[in-house]
């Protein structure tokens, strides 16, 4: 296997190819590099050689970026797609929000686009499967519950469509918050990076831009009531906003700081985010997986393993990461369950929402020698000084419970 990162890039403008090339010289022993000025050359190079990523200007005469990367996702879907776009270019973009995985601005420095591509290659990593790989990448959307997705749609449609009440409803929904931090943390939009809290990103995208978004680009798409059981699907939307909440909780009883506690809150709300990814791309794998678990005394990684072979965790991690949300929120949802192979020493997002799901599983915190999962989570907890937590984060599941009854 070629142990080079292959990355294509693509722009009309020779001078920029040119900058890009200077710019990414100090790459050349890590990154195979192609650099073509259409985007019919750069199907021709998908076709001949093997390529991770694709870096994609918007504008470009003939197939634009928006068409290329469809063409992209279509035919060569396990490669990862980020637009690559000047500001002006920001109607144009939109058309690529579906297609594309990440946005990023002109000029770029190199050190963020350096970085965003290694993560991207570095994911590829988590996922053996390439059927998995493939079927991941090619989502554009996350799919809402019925109901809010009724909700979005004639709030944005009504004469006075409240931004505040749009955010509300996003906050609300697992899919259509995932879409919208994917949207707001990239550097597109010109804003700062790392914003968690969905109304805030509502806010900042702006009206304009959200119904642009919802009626025009479709990002946001409906549940199908014949892939999963509902009340399976409505059950994973409750468990997921509990345990938002109560990671919250857990994090601003800890002390920590604002910025992180929001990402607590998040980490909570997508730490299944996975489930869903399966769901929706393997309806019919997804129902064994729930027939499994209702037949023999199974938890849900147990069952995933023995119909996927890999896990939610490691599902959700993947889209999440392409979709290039913050690494604390991808970390959380990527080791939720197996916390003692996270080498962190502090409270981070992962900490508050392992105590959350659990608690919210009916689990506790207590030693359980019979267990040994408990005695892993004792592992974790007692390595980031929080093996006393275990009576006062209890106290705080009961409030959270007491006031969603
Ligand atoms: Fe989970
Ligand atoms: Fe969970």
Redesign the pocket.
Known sequence: MDPLRRILFVDDETKILQGLKRMLWPMRKRWRMYFVNSGKQALEILDQHPVDVVVSDMRMPGMDGAQLLSEVQRRHPQVVRIVLSGHSDQDLTLKAVSPAHQYLSKPCEAKLLVSTIDRACDLNDLLSRDNLKQAISRMDSLPSLPTLYADIMAEVQSPDTSIQQVGKIIARDVGMTAKVLQLVNSSFFGLARHIIDPVHAVNLLGLDTIKALVLTVEVFSKFKSDALPLAFVEGLWH?SLF?GELARRIARQEGIAKPTVDDCYMAGLL??VGKLVLGTNLPEDYRRVIDLMGQQPLCAIEAEMQIFGTTHAEVGAYLLGLWGLPESIVEAVLY?HFPHHFAANEFVPLSAVVAA?TL??GGNLHPNPDDPASENLLTYFSRIGAADKAASWEQLHDQVKEEVS
Do not use: K, L
């Open positions: 468990h345990c730490h299944d939720h799901d919210s599983n």
